[in-house]
């Protein structure tokens, strides 16, 4: 069926980037074309696709239960937060350098998206949120506290004159239905994560508030 073309395709891609892995490369740096690090488990250095493959393999993991799967996604997650995570500020950069990939020239055009990037952006914390949900559903009381300290952080994006979520840290002029979209979908992950019966729940809520306000 279309379900299972889907996995299969998710599979086989899955296996093509950590293909890229050359033999014998542990202690060597990296060249641009290597997708995947097997040391750290990270697929080059930029949290946002992190996250988005580890979605993907727990998505696998779920469907097949083989372990091999959910021990990549932790030892994934524990590379990004690692990695990517700003303890002061409870939010992510965009991108760190781990030191396993070797600079890339600057004249290359693909230069300006491999360069460390200690910008805060919200889509990057609200998908980091959304990774983290997943990860808490799998168990483990650090992934919880984690997630916990996750939510802190994206309360610092958010303009209370305007009533909506700013692009990254710092004074903004404009505002991304895509900011918006991606909240959303971190405050209905929150909210089933984080439901109490009977009580009321701010992410819940947040998830409601936000749409009317986009039109």
């Given at each position: 069926d279309?379900t299972?073309?889907?996995?299969?395709?998710?599979?086989?891609?899955?296996?093509t980037l950590?293909g890229?892995?050359?033999?014998?490369a542990d202690?060597?740096?990296?060249d641009?074309?290597?997708?995947?690090?097997?040391?750290?488990?990270?697929h080059?250095?930029?949290?946002?696709h992190?996250?988005l493959i580890?979605?993907?393999?727990?998505?696998l993991?779920?469907?097949?239960?083989?372990e091999?799967?959910?021990k990549?996604?932790?030892?994934l997650?524990e590379?990004?937060?690692?990695?990517?995570f700003d303890?002061?500020?409870k939010?992510?950069?965009?991108?760190?350098?781990t030191?396993r990939?070797?600079?890339?020239?600057?004249?290359?055009?693909?230069?300006?998206?491999l360069?460390?990037s200690?910008?805060?952006k919200?889509i990057?914390?609200a998908?980091?949120?959304i990774f983290?949900?997943?990860?808490?559903?799998?168990g483990?009381?650090k992934?919880?506290?984690?997630?916990?300290?996750?939510v802190?952080?994206?309360?610092s994006?958010?303009?209370?004159?305007e009533?909506?979520?700013?692009?990254?840290l710092?004074?903004?002029?404009?505002?991304r239905?895509?900011?918006?979209?991606?909240v959303?979908?971190?405050?209905?992950r929150?909210?089933?994560?984080?439901?109490?019966?009977g009580?009321?729940?701010y992410?819940?809520?947040?998830?409601?508030?936000?749409?009317p306000?986009?039109?």
């Amino acid at each position: 069926d279309d379900t299972g073309d889907a996995f299969k395709m998710a599979q086989e891609l899955l296996e093509t980037l950590w293909g890229t892995y050359p033999k014998g490369a542990d202690k060597t740096k990296l060249d641009g074309q290597v997708l995947f690090d097997k040391v750290t488990n990270l697929h080059s250095e930029g949290n946002w696709h992190n996250c988005l493959i580890g979605l993907t393999e727990i998505q696998l993991y779920r469907k097949s239960g083989e372990e091999k799967l959910k021990k990549s996604f932790m030892k994934l997650a524990e590379g990004v937060f690692e990695l990517n995570f700003d303890a002061s500020t409870k939010t992510f950069n965009n991108r760190t350098s781990t030191g396993r990939w070797k600079k890339v020239d600057e004249s290359r055009p693909e230069a300006k998206y491999l360069e460390e990037s200690k910008t805060k952006k919200v889509i990057t914390q609200a998908i980091s949120i959304i990774f983290w949900t997943f990860l808490v559903e799998e168990g483990g009381k650090k992934e919880r506290e984690r997630l916990q300290e996750m939510v802190e952080g994206l309360s610092s994006f958010y303009d209370f004159s305007e009533k909506l979520w700013k692009p990254s840290l710092g004074e903004s002029t404009y505002f991304r239905i895509v900011d918006q979209a991606l909240v959303i979908l971190a405050a209905l992950r929150l909210a089933r994560i984080l439901w109490v019966p009977g009580q009321r729940h701010y992410w819940a809520e947040m998830a409601q508030v936000i749409p009317p306000l986009l039109c």
